[in-house]
C-alpha cells in the first residue's frame, strides 16, 4: 500500500492529514508514548509516528519520525490498518505499520513519556481517538 505524495486531500472543509504510526512489539509489549504538554493532543497516548512529508512513503516517514524524535533505529514492517478520525479543525488518516527496534536508545524529545505495555493494558491509558481503532486490530489479530 503506497501514499507517496499523497500528504493533503481536500475534502469538504478539512483537509486529511497523512500520519504514520508504528506497532513495536517486543515479547509480548508494545511501545506507547505519551505527547508533551503544551502540544495538540497533549497528553494523550499514542503509537509514535509522525506525519508523511511530500515525496515519501509511509514507510520512510515512520523511520525517519522514530529516528528523529526517539534517536532509534528501525526496520518497518507489514501495513496494519488505517483509521481516520476528524478533531475540531483537521481530519486526519493513520496508517499503522509493525517496526521493528533495529538499534539506538530511546530518548524522548517530543513525548514526556515511553512505557512497554501488555495489549490487555491499553485501556488503562487514555489514547488520542484516532489510534483506538489500530488497538482494536491488533486485538483481533492477537485472538
Do not use: Q
Not at 9 to 35: C, P
Not at 90 to 113: M, P, Q, T
Not at 114 to 128: L, P, S, T, Y
Amino acid at each position: 500500500m503506497r501514499f507517496r505524495n499523497e500528504k493533503r486531500v481536500s475534502t469538504n472543509s478539512a483537509a486529511i492529514i497523512d500520519v504514520t504510526a508504528a506497532i513495536i512489539e517486543s515479547n509480548g509489549y508494545f511501545l506507547i508514548a505519551k505527547r508533551k504538554g503544551g502540544k495538540r493532543l497533549e497528553h494523550k497516548w499514542e503509537f509514535p509516528g509522525g506525519k508523511i512529508e511530500p515525496g515519501e512513503t509511509p514507510e520512510e516517514c515512520l523511520a525517519r519520525e522514530l529516528k528523529e524524535e526517539f534517536g532509534v533505529v528501525t526496520e518497518i514492517g507489514d501495513f496494519i490498518a488505517e483509521s481516520v478520525f476528524s478533531y475540531n479543525d483537521s481530519k486526519v488518516r493513520l496508517l499503522g505499520y509493525r517496526a521493528k527496534y533495529i538499534s539506538g536508545e530511546f530518548r524522548l524529545d517530543s513525548h514526556d513519556e515511553i512505557k512497554w505495555v501488555r495489549m490487555d493494558e491499553m485501556g488503562n491509558f487514555d489514547f488520542a481517538e484516532a489510534d483506538l481503532p489500530l488497538i482494536e486490530k491488533m486485538r483481533s489479530l492477537s485472538k
